[in-house]
């Protein structure tokens, strides 16, 4: 089962690192070359009814909050990204790791679904409070 790379990229992405709740954020500005995607996360994304296209389209955001997965970190750094899909207004989460150092880093999507709609309302309030700050 071998790895595709997408480059189509942004050659920076902006991310959010939330601390706490994202009541504290870090800008880190991490060259990406890519995508990395096999046919284990590209099934896992579908399974949730979200597309490979709007996981890539999230990500080439300006920018995504995004908090560590401690609980499920154990065999690899996971992330877990929250915000909207920009190709349809969606709110959703990400869960993803990222591959590579240097400037051969990429995003590795691990799963992908929408917010349910308890906590797509808490994500508007928090983003809108967020905006204020």
């Known amino acids: 089962m071998q790895a595709s790379v997408n480059a189509l990229v942004p050659r920076y992405i902006i991310i959010d690192i939330c601390l706490y709740k994202r009541q504290s954020f870090s800008m880190r500005h991490l060259p990406l070359t890519g995508f990395e995607w096999d ?3 590209r099934e896992k994304c579908q399974t949730h009814g979200v597309t490979l296209e709007e ?3 999230f990500f080439r955001q300006e920018r995504v909050y995004v908090t560590p997965d401690l609980p499920h970190s154990q065999q690899e750094h ?3 990204a929250a915000g909207r899909c920009p190709l349809n207004g969606r709110p959703m989460f990400v869960v993803f790791t990222l591959r590579g150092a240097g400037d051969q880093r990429r995003i590795r999507p691990i799963s992908a679904r929408y917010m349910h709609q308890r906590e797509a309302r808490k994500y508007a309030q928090e983003d809108r ?3 204020h700050e």
């Open 78 to 80: 996971r992330l877990l």
């Open 129 to 131: 409070t967020s905006l």
């Open 39 to 41: 046919e284990g996360n």
């Open 55 to 57: 996981v890539e389209a």
